[in-house]
């Protein structure tokens, strides 16, 4: 990918808009169509889990030991975030939510090399 997709933010914004287009709508779901809840959850973690984990994860635990660091971190402020705001079995629901949005950007980058 070449142009602004193929800079680091260009990527990150892909990235970012497919996570959305799955957390979002699973989300609104367990917050009874609360936008600003769902849409938040992952607007606060996806910044960190693309710019600073690959910065700060050893290099000895190589590319899937920083995607399984990323996604744990994500699990976890999630979690925080919706029992913050109400929604019960919090930790099931983001561990459904992330895997999921997970799945699918492995899956995107795996069949089309994005982002």
Same mark, same amino acid.
């Given at each position: 990918?070449?142009?602004?997709?193929?800079?680091?933010?260009?990527?990150?914004?892909?990235?970012?808009?497919?996570t959305q287009a799955i957390e979002v709508?699973?989300?609104?779901?367990?917050?009874?169509?609360?936008?600003?809840?769902?849409?938040?959850?992952?607007?606060?973690?996806?910044?960190i889990v693309w710019f600073i984990f690959?910065?700060?994860?050893? #290099?000895?635990?190589?590319y899937w030991g920083m995607v399984a !660091?990323?996604? *744990?971190? @994500?699990?976890? +402020?999630?979690?925080?975030? &919706?029992? #913050?705001?109400?929604?019960?079995?919090?930790?099931?629901? !983001?561990?459904? *939510?992330? @895997?999921?949005? +997970?799945?699918?950007?492995? &899956?995107?980058?795996?069949?089309?090399?994005?982002?």
């Amino acid at each position: 990918m070449s142009g602004f997709f193929g800079t680091t933010f260009g990527a990150w914004l892909i990235g970012f808009v497919f996570t959305q287009a799955i957390e979002v709508p699973l989300y609104l779901r367990v917050t009874h169509g609360r936008w600003s809840t769902s849409f938040l959850a992952s607007t606060l973690t996806h910044p960190i889990v693309w710019f600073i984990f690959p910065n700060v994860c050893p #290099l000895t635990w190589g590319y899937w030991g920083m995607v399984a !660091a990323a996604e *744990v971190f @994500a699990v976890v +402020a999630e979690t925080v975030w &919706l029992r #913050l705001n109400g929604v019960g079995a919090s930790l099931k629901w !983001a561990f459904v *939510v992330n @895997a999921a949005s +997970a799945v699918g950007g492995l &899956l995107l980058r795996a069949s089309f090399d994005v982002p």
